[in-house]
């Protein structure tokens, strides 16, 4: 007699922990920079490792909202370093800042209610 199998349990994070767990490296990044900021290119660089995983889901667009953010992230940031020899890099870097806040906020939101991020 066959006996029914179990189906496996699934190995690792679920898409849904998986970008929890990029928007929490994001802002860990964030809060502690100058410690973590490494967290950030980790968030995004797991973030373009899995995103074929998560392709035609509704983690995809978090997956392409997050890899946008870093990488707008970065050019702002940028220039608002660059900025700073002429004393305005400090206002476009907190600008840069809240900007970061705002799209990693909007992001985890739009998780929490099982959507995508959007623009309006």
Known sequence: MSQPTMPESQSGLSSRQ????L???FAVA???SPILGAAALAAVVIAYYKRSDVAGTIYANHF???IKTFWWGVLWVGL???LT???IGWITGI?????LVY???KGWFALFESQTPTLD
């Open 64 to 66: 392409d909202w997050i």
């Open 18 to 21: 998986l970008t929890h767990l």
């Open 85 to 87: 020899v002429i004393f």
């Open 103 to 105: 799209r990693i906020g």
């Open 30 to 32: 964030l809060i502690a």
């Open 80 to 82: 608002s370093a660059l």
């Open 23 to 25: 928007y929490g490296l």
């Open 95 to 99: 600008a840069a800042f809240v900007w």
